[in-house]
């Protein structure tokens, strides 16, 4: 793919999310043809964020990693998305649903990284010495799509997955908790249980997902970097709310969080 069209389909990219304008299928053309040339343009649509609202990007939200979410998207691996300094709240959070075009909520265990991971190969065991601290997720999502089963997966992957931000809980110490494989956690929609998971349904187990976005981040010149927060893939299927919804997630051990879209 040309560096014209890489830097135009970024443009298109960014332009719309920006403008919360649904992104349509692009011509014959001038879409990214593979998972490589989508990564080369979510890259280039990260440079231009980052002047933006969005600013920065501080670490990584890995989509579909549980069967739940293949089977509901049809993509049967997972996908790596920008998580950004303008979009992510610490603690209970109050936005705005007009800020978004379709939004929706996932339930979502997250790490923080205290030392960076350069060299391979990853395995859980391994990045699990990586983490610094676990916490309970929000992971807000946005449909900014005209139809996003005609977009393509390519062109999802160059557009962040849906991706639109976190809302963070407690940080927790990794070593004071149960095997993050065994914690279940449930979504609730203006206080009803819309859905629940557990933790092994991320690809086995949430470290598994961080060891393989460890090696997708390592060969694509990226690689992992003390600070970084990963969201590690939805343990229940993406919510869409109506305006004036409040979404909580509450995971085993790591407690809950909040998020009202007013």
Do not use: N
């Amino acid at each position: 793919m040309p560096d014209t069209t890489i830097a135009a389909a970024a443009e298109q990219v960014s332009t719309a999310r920006l403008s919360l304008m649904p992104l349509a299928p692009p011509p014959a053309g001038a879409a990214p043809r593979d998972l490589a040339e989508a990564y080369a343009v979510r890259d280039a649509v990260h440079v231009r964020l980052a002047g933006s609202r969005f600013g920065a990007r501080i670490g990584w939200k890995i989509g579909c990693t549980t069967p739940v979410m293949q089977a509901y998207l049809g993509i049967a691996h997972p996908c790596a998305a920008g998580l950004f300094v303008g979009t992510t709240h610490r603690g209970d959070a109050v936005l705005r649903h007009g800020d978004f075009v379709r939004v929706g909520v996932e339930c979502e265990i997250a790490v923080r990284l205290a030392r960076d991971l350069r060299e391979g190969p990853f395995t859980p065991a391994s990045v699990r010495d990586a983490v610094g601290a676990v916490m309970a997720a929000i992971e807000i999502v946005d449909d900014r799509y005209v139809d996003w089963q005609s977009t393509g997966t390519p062109m999802l992957v160059a557009d962040d997955f849906f991706a639109a931000g976190a809302v963070l809980g407690r940080e927790h110490d990794p070593a004071a908790l149960p095997d993050l494989a065994t914690l279940r956690g449930r979504i609730l929609i203006d206080g009803v249980e819309v859905g629940t998971g557990i933790g092994a349904d991320v690809l086995g187990h949430p470290y598994a997902a961080l060891a393989w976005l460890a090696e997708h981040a390592r060969e694509r010149g990226q690689p992992l970097q003390a600070g970084e927060i990963v969201l590690l893939g939805s343990l229940v299927r993406t919510q869409w709310l109506s305006a004036g919804a409040t979404a909580r997630i509450e995971i085993d051990a790591l407690g809950a969080i909040e998020a009202g879209f007013a």
